[in-house]
């Protein structure tokens, strides 16, 4: 006990909390990681920092799909050798893929790296911290050896470790709570011959679904509108619940009934395991969009089966038109790989020819980028250069912004609910600037807002900042291929 008065001990200036920089990179799994290791740090002392030099710890979560992603981490880190000296109390991390890919190297190139941990192992960040500070020697958390002959035991071990980031879940109390993530699987077992995920996050893990719509039911009285599920394989989600299996659609189901949630998406969805209920599921519960992000990676059956994905151009095609039949006005996404081992120039007209087919909303175009590790990677050449795979790349994103845009002008006058998520691009980068939030230029003199559609369409619209969180009716009065630009009508309300 202090011997100062109290009214002295009552003036004593509060300890100040440490700052933490935390960048992610990569997918949206990687984004909720972010967020529940944030959740732990404040719980520790902790809170957020902008610039990276004045952070008492950096922590780089990071991707390994691509080596542009691995090379920006590279970058990132060199740039903290001058600070890490002028601090030598700081603590610089890397978590992710990237560290459970390649832990040697990292500490090889990077000797200031002092933290390294992969995916499964973030839950231990908060002890690895304290381990550092009391020894100052590197703390290392990795995940055991991923491959098919992992025993049923270690598995249930590992999914035990990765839970418990999960269940820590606290959402920061000054974060715009409107839009969630929630994971419900982890890991992936189908071993694309071009892909590092199996082999930085397991094999494929499903959570349980009394948890995951407990998480949804914690969200929802937090204020959370719109909660997205996450996974690798997010259609393949299957866990026993009393002897029996519980799979994709019924959950859907579940969280649906929960009072408060309005919307429901999930990505990212794998081909090859679609089940005909989730149409069905899309089609008639009321939270669920009508919003379906399915890659494909090629258009050539030949480089499928290179790839192994295990399924046709023609099952993938037939899937979508029963998409299309079974959920009105469905909107479709994909992913593109280009340049892949062995990719010919008709195998990319093939690609091209697909998507002229398949008429998607939009696609994400990725040029081919052999990770080591991979069954690509050992057997194949890659044998595309790089000038190829450039021009591939501009086609194909060419070719489905002719598509995009043609389709979004069809909706002029039409009229979509709109979730408003905030400020525009526009207004924020004003306010940042500490202008007038006001945007003049092809506006009338009001802040700029914007939202997405059921169907995940953007759209920029002027009104006022109380929307922020309600659902709208918008009148589309122009279109791009990116954005629809429209006018407020009325307030949308679901009775719910």
């Not at 299957?238 to 579940?254: C, D, T, V, Y």
């Amino acid at each position: 006990m202090s011997d100062l008065p109290l009214t002295e001990r009552n003036q004593r200036p509060a300890m100040a909390r440490k700052k933490v920089y935390l960048e992610t990179m990569g997918c949206q799994m990687n984004v909720l990681d972010s967020e529940l290791v944030m959740g732990q740090l404040r719980r520790i002392g902790y809170e957020l920092e902008s610039d990276m030099t004045r952070a008492d710890l950096v922590l780089l979560n990071t991707c390994s799909v691509r080596d542009h992603a691995e090379q920006k981490v590279l970058s990132r880190l060199g740039s903290l050798t001058k600070p890490k000296l002028m601090n030598p109390d700081m603590i610089i991390g890397v978590m992710g893929c990237m560290a459970e890919r390649d832990p040697e190297s990292l500490i090889e190139k990077m000797p200031h790296v002092e933290l390294i941990c992969g995916p499964n192992e973030l839950n231990k960040i908060p002890a690895m911290i304290g381990e550092i500070e009391e020894t100052r020697s590197r703390a290392v958390a990795l995940s055991q050896d991923f491959k098919r002959k992992t025993t049923p035991l270690e598995r249930a071990l590992d999914y035990d470790s990765v839970e418990a980031l999960d269940l820590s879940r606290e959402p920061d109390p000054g974060q715009n709570s409107l839009q969630a993530y929630i994971r419900v699987q982890r890991g992936c077992d189908k071993f694309c011959t071009y892909c590092i995920v199996p082999f930085t996050r397991g094999l494929e893990r499903s959570r349980p679904a009394s948890i995951i719509v407990e998480e949804a039911k914690m969200l929802a009285d937090r204020g959370t509108k719109e909660i997205t599920l996450v996974g690798q394989t997010v259609n393949s989600y299957i866990h026993q619940e009393s002897g029996l299996p519980i799979k994709f659609a019924e959950l859907l189901s579940r969280i649906d009934e929960i009072p408060g949630i309005e919307r429901l998406r999930f990505v990212t969805s794998f081909p090859g395991d679609f089940d005909i209920e989730i149409f069905e599921a899309m089609r008639d519960l009321p939270t669920v969009c009508e919003y379906l992000h399915i890659p494909v990676q090629s258009g050539s059956d030949r480089i499928l089966k290179l790839m192994n994905r295990q399924y046709t151009v023609g099952e993938y095609e037939e899937l979508i038109g029963k998409a299309r039949e079974i959920v009105p006005g469905i909107t479709l996404a994909s992913d593109f790989i280009v340049g892949f081992c062995g990719e010919t120039e008709d195998d990319h007209e093939a690609t091209k020819e697909l998507i002229e087919r398949c008429q998607f909303k939009n696609i994400f175009v990725f040029k081919y980028s052999p990770r080591p590790g991979t069954a690509s990677f050992k057997g194949k050449d890659n044998d595309v250069p790089d000038k190829v795979k450039r021009r591939r790349n501009v086609e194909l994103l060419d070719l489905q912004e002719r598509i995009s845009l043609a389709n979004n002008q069809s909706f002029v006058s039409e009229v979509f609910e709109v979730l408003v998520e905030g400020p525009s691009k526009a207004a924020a980068k004003a306010r940042e600037a500490e202008e007038s939030p006001r945007v003049q230029v092809g506006w009338r003199n009001e802040s700029q807002l914007v939202g997405r559609t059921r169907h995940d369409r953007i759209v920029v619209f002027e009104g006022r900042e109380e929307l922020v969180g309600q659902l709208v009716s918008v009148k589309i009065t122009s279109a791009t291929a990116l954005t629809f630009h429209g006018d407020v009508i009325e307030p949308v309300s679901l009775g719910r």
